[in-house]
């Protein structure tokens, strides 16, 4: 029985987001590529923290970012 990944019970960090893409020298479009992640999904957690984002999104994000874990583009309390 397959299950719905769990979305995470925190808030991502924008500016980290952004911070972290940035310092890779990839454009929102060839991140949301090397991530199989919609270039407007990716365009939103860089304008807005997010609660509510798919968990897969997040790890493939992090992946190509070259985060640590999901911490990383998380809001620290």
């Known amino acids: 029985m397959a299950t719905t990944p769990p979305t995470l019970p925190t808030r991502t960090n924008p500016d980290r987001i952004r911070a972290l893409r940035e310092a890779t020298g990839l454009s929102q479009d060839a991140l949301a590529e090397k991530a199989n992640v919609a270039r407007m999904t990716l365009s939103k957690l860089e304008r807005q923290s997010c609660d509510r984002v ?6 493939r994000l992090a992946r190509e970012l ?7 583009l998380l809001e620290t309390a």
């Open 54 to 59: 798919d968990h897969f999104v997040l790890q």
């Open 66 to 72: 070259g985060a640590d874990d999901l911490n990383d």
